[in-house]
Each structure stands twice: as structure tokens, then as C-alpha cells.
């Protein structure tokens, strides 16, 4: 269970974006949503420890990793998935899905991985992770490094953001899956109405604050007949047409 207690977050010219957020994530499955520029992405990454909070304290399992680097939260069993994945040169896709599964993941494994995210397994496994990729594939590959780790938390980045149609309906089935096997939690950052319609709680961020907290069925109804549903509408249409350049 990850527990937010009172976390604040300021940048170094003291521009406040988060304020006093309390969350708990005991559920498999919460989404974080709400206007551009609320402070979503910046919460995953305090999650997931890119950055340290200026107040309050993350508990992990009754542990507080406030202080605790992103390697040691990885370690510890929360897993991240950027917005704009990190491409390493140099390094195959095979490869990279073994160091995520903390073993010598079989042809077969890494295979299945790629599948599920709507890769052709034979076409990307003996692929280096270059420039020769498209942000839409590496969004797939990093999604599927996240299924290979298999960590108590796995926190996802607008994981709908540079990817076609196609790819998106596949990454639905992806995550109605690892709603149904997943014994930790899952928590993604996302506009998308068909991603927020599998949450079992639904977290609105609105000016760096919790706008709305609680199950699907008491939050979604609303926020679907609200001028931010509108705004996140058009954000998803945006990230669909980039999508399709990538």
C-alpha cells in the first residue's frame, strides 16, 4: 500500500505544484487525472522518486521512503514508466526486458511481453533501442519492461500519449489484464476515458490540489459532464494525431 501524507512540491524558484496531497493506493487499480498542467505528471514522479517532495512523507508498506533515491524505490517494488521514454544506445530490446525481469528472461518470455503490448516480438527483440525507434514503440517497449519487473506499484505516465489508435486499443486489453492478474497496485496518469473506466478509484488533480476523490462510479459520471472532461477530450485527440506521426 503507498501512502501520500501532506506532500508538497516547489520548484527551485519556490513556483509551488503540489500542495498538501493525502492519497492512499490500495486499490489494483487507480487513475490520476484532471487539466493540463495540475500537477498529474509531477506527483508520478515524486511517487516514483525523480522528485523529493518539499513536505510531507510517502510510506511504502508502512515504510517512508521519502528519502529514498528512485533505484532504491525500484528496489523496494515501484516501477515507472516515463511519459517520453529514455532511449539506452547500445542496448537490445532482449536485454533490457531481462534487467527488468531481474533474470535472463527466455526468448519466449521477452516474446510475450512485446505481444502484449502490440509489438511483433520477431521484428523488435534483436532491436537496439536507438534512434531508429519511434516514440510510439518505445512507449510500448518501456510498458513492457514494466510487465517484466511485476512490482507492488506500477506507476504509468499518460501511457496513451504518442501511440496510433491500434496500439491504444491493445494497451486497453494490456491493462484489463494486469487488472486481473496484478497483486500489487496499479496507478496511471490519463485523460482517457476507456483507462478511467477500469479504475477502481479515480483522483482528480486540479492546481496542484485533490479536487475529487472516490470510486469510479461516484467520480467518472461527473467528471465526464465537466469542463475539464472537455479540455482532457481534446488533449487525448492531440496525443492520438501525434500518435499517428509517430
Known sequence: MLELQHIGFETDDNKEILHDISLT???????????????KSTLAKVIAGIYKPTSGRILLDGQDITDMSITDRAN????????QPVRFKGLKVKDLLSLAAGKQASVTEACGYLSEVGLCARDYIDRELNDSLSGGELKRIEIAMVLARGTKLSVFDEPEAGIDLWSFQNLIRVFEKMYEQTRGSILIISHQERILNIADKIVVIKDGRIDKVGPRADILPALLGSADASQAACSVLADKVEGVRA
Request: aromatic share 14%; no cysteine; glycine share 22%.
Open 76 to 83: 523496494n517494488g515501484i516501477s515507472y514508466a516515463f511519459q
Open 25 to 39: 493506493v490500495d486499490e489494483r487499480f487507480v487513475a490520476v487525472t484532471g487539466p493540463n498542467g495540475g500537477g
